[in-house]
């Protein structure tokens, strides 16, 4: 079945430690999103990807790293300068940049100890 | 600059009771939007789209939705509530076929009660 894959689903880290998450797709989708959710603040836009080896900052980049070496790859590293990293990350994809809908994975769950 | 405002962050409704969840939306451009619902610890899944076609617009688990240009609003609705419909709902809007992200409300919870 076609859909996105993220992993962990947890993750706990220590501080000052930088941490990857891994997002794949096998949709064949060409965009693809990094969002992150806060409790009782909806999501927020970290990072995209309309074509492969390109990528733009959203919103709330400060702290956060991506590439996008392949069209079914999305990594997101959380750094050491992102001060509050607690959170529920969700990776999405659209077929296109110009598609409206959006597909979600089923979310990493990143806890700093 | 596009925005969404979700009115009220938490409903709660009794089993076959109707639901309603708000949402207003403020573009300058014609707008794609898009309601989704999210159980607990779970990616987003899509209930309904408008894209320009029909402005009331049927979705999933009997849930449906107006688009009313003239009060900027896209409220989701469902006759009779059921125990599953329990989760939090996203409404969210993107730019008519623009290659931008979708912005996202900060989510209404639904709780039902039997």
């Known amino acids: 079945d076609g859909g996105i894959t993220q992993s962990p689903k947890y993750l706990f880290r220590k501080e000052g430690q930088n941490v990857t998450l891994s997002c794949e797709q096998n949709?064949?989708?060409?965009?693809m999103y990094w969002y992150r959710q806060d409790p009782g603040q909806g999501l927020r836009l970290i990072y995209y990807?309309?074509?492969?080896?390109?990528?733009q900052k959203g919103d709330i980049a400060e702290g956060y790293s991506v590439s996008r070496e392949k069209k079914e790859s999305f990594p997101l590293t959380v750094t050491s300068a992102q001060k509050n990293p607690t959170a529920f990350y969700l990776c999405?994809?659209?077929?296109?940049?110009?598609?409206?809908?959006?597909?979600f994975g089923e979310g990493s769950r990143l806890t700093v100890l | 600059a596009q925005s969404v405002t979700q009115l009220g962050s938490h409903v709660s409704v009794s089993e076959g009771a109707l639901v309603l969840l708000r949402c207003n939306y403020s573009?300058?451009?014609?707008?794609?939007l898009f309601w989704y619902v999210q159980y607990p610890n779970q990616g987003l899944q899509l209930l309904l789209k408008?894209?320009?076609?029909?402005?009331l617009v049927k979705g999933i688990n009997g849930f449906e939705a107006e688009f009313k240009k003239s009060e900027t609003s896209f409220h989701l609705t469902k006759p009779s509530a059921h125990m599953s419909d329990a989760a939090e709902y996203f409404c969210?809007?993107?730019?008519?076929?623009?290659?931008?992200?979708?912005?996202f409300g900060k989510g209404t919870t639904l709780s039902v009660s039997s």
């Open positions: 999405a994809s659209k077929a296109t940049p110009a598609s409206g809908e959006l597909f």
């Open positions: 949709l064949n989708h060409d965009a």
């Open positions: 990807s309309q074509i492969v080896n390109d990528f």
């Open positions: 573009s300058s451009v014609p707008p794609y």
């Open positions: 408008y894209t320009s076609a029909a402005t």
């Open positions: 969210a809007v993107s730019e008519y076929q623009a290659g931008t992200a979708l912005i």
